[in-house]
């Protein structure tokens, strides 16, 4: 059978976690392609709140496996504290949670290293979650990196060692001494054990025999397409690809295989750490979109920076991916606004353009914006999209003509119930 993708179209954060974990039930495996411990997927359901970091969001529905494949970065130690959680939630990981051998490892020096970076950078900082993700993907195409499949190697510790003396080498070309090592060192070692203890596999093997076998396949993005690393807003970006194409190269499954994708939103634009955010409201505005969202991140709590949605960059996140439907987070975030914007163009270098640029810095681009009307409703108990407030409607109405692609789910809320269907070809 084949492999849908979901994936997020902004800066992430969009409600990923949310999202594949409704739609896991319908399908047999659940597999990230990408990213690492960067990535905070929040899950609501029971009156409890999970953040996943390197884990599939399937991982709470019994009878799914949930696999990180071979594009994902992890930290052993982060990893532990996760399954271990997991396991106190009565979720069985020995049956569920399968490993792919080809994961790259995120060493303790790795940390340093992306913290060292940052701290050199000055006020020209990525604003980086400082999980190593920068240099542990370094090490991955720069032919260094260690791999989960290692660890069942007998000379694991040589490796190790090789690797940590060639950090060292570049640390020493830092001015940085802020770190403990040998503590960090203990503790990841110890969590390597616990890793040897999981269920390691030869991922690309299992996916296309599973996909042999009609079973069906949910590839889950983390981060979003405008931090991708050729196609976000470069140099303040992640380190992976964190588009559709990346959902191959991360799981090992061919192009041809893919069918639907699904590609999320936010109905307006947040964006944490640096780089240009055209659409961003340095004011009252988005003050209150970041109350009202409680836009906070899930893994740094750092405030989110907030603005209205921004459709030249949708549209070109949209084509990037292939999208063929699209999910809009957090409507009952606008709830109360008597007018929305949205960006539907922008004034660059004296010309009117409705494409996103080569650059997007400040003060190159303008956003040019179309008003809406607004909903004053509490719209966290709707059930049904038909009795959506009409302005709800005229919004979603709006962005579909504008983007060309369907809006099949809206969200309303954070919890798992708070989800609704569109038919595909509803009309306001
Ligand atoms: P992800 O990284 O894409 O999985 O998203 P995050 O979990 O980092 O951020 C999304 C945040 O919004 C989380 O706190 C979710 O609980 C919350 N959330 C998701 N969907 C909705 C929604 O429709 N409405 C509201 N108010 N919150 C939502
Ligand atoms: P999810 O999967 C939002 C951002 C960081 C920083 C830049 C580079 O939860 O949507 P990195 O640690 O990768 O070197 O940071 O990317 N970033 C995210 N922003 N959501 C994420 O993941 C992110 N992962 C990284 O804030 O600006
Ligand atoms: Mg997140």
């Not at 409703?377 to 060309?404: M, R």
Request: with cysteine; proline share 4%.
């Amino acid at each position: 059978m084949a492999v849908d993708v979901l994936l997020g179209l902004q800066w992430g954060d969009e409600g990923k976690g949310k999202i594949v974990d409704v739609l896991t039930r319908e399908y047999d495996i659940i597999a990230r392609f990408q990213g690492g411990p960067n990535a905070g997927h929040t899950l609501e359901f029971e009156n409890i709140k999970h953040v996943l970091h390197t884990i599939p969001s399937g991982i709470f529905h019994q009878g799914i496996k949930n696999l990180v494949g071979n594009g994902v970065v992890i930290d052993p130690i982060i990893f532990k504290k996760e399954v271990e959680a997991l396991k106190g939630y009565g979720v069985n990981v020995n049956e569920s949670l399968l490993i792919s051998r080809k994961a790259h490892l995120i060493l303790p020096s790795h940390r340093i290293l992306d913290a060292a970076s940052e701290a050199s950078k000055g006020k020209n900082k990525i604003g980086s979650t400082l999980k190593g993700i920068g240099p542990t993907y370094m090490d991955k195409t720069g032919r260094n990196g260690l791999r989960v499949g290692d660890i069942e190697l007998d000379d694991f510790e040589q490796r190790y060692n090789a690797l940590l003396d060639k950090h060292r080498q570049i640390l020493s070309h830092y001015e940085y001494s802020d770190y403990n090592l040998d503590s960090m060192e203990a503790e990841w070692m110890e969590a390597v054990d616990y890793l040897r203890s999981l269920n390691l596999i030869d991922s690309e093997h299992y996916i296309n025999e599973a996909m042999k076998s009609g079973k069906s396949i949910l590839a889950e993005g983390a981060q979003g397409s405008l931090l991708d690393i050729d196609f976000g807003s470069y140099p303040f970006v992640t380190s992976s690809t964190t588009m559709c194409a990346g959902s191959c190269t991360g799981l090992g499954i061919a192009p041809n295989r893919i069918q639907e994708v699904f590609g999320i939103f936010k109905a307006y634009c947040t964006r944490v750490g640096s780089g240009p955010f055209p659409t961003e409201l340095d004011n009252e505005v988005g003050e209150l979109l970041r109350k009202n969202g409680h836009e906070f991140g899930a893994t740094t709590g750092r405030p989110r920076r907030c603005g209205w949605l921004d459709l030249p960059a949708l549209k070109y996140a949209i084509d990037i991916n292939g999208v063929t439907q699209l999910i809009m987070m957090k409507s009952d975030v606008l709830s109360g606004f008597e007018t929305l914007q949205v960006c539907v163009g922008y004034e660059y270098k004296g010309t009117k353009i409705d494409h996103l640029p080569y650059s997007i810095d400040e003060g190159l681009v303008k956003p040019i914006y179309k008003e809406l009307a607004g909903w004053s409703e509490d719209i966290t108990q709707l059930e049904h999209y038909d009795e959506a407030p009409q302005s709800l409607k005229d919004y979603v109405e709006f962005l579909q003509q504008e983007l060309g692609v369907p809006i099949t789910i809206l969200s309303v809320g954070p919890n798992r119930n708070q989800t609704i269907r569109i038919e595909k070809h509803a009309t306001a």
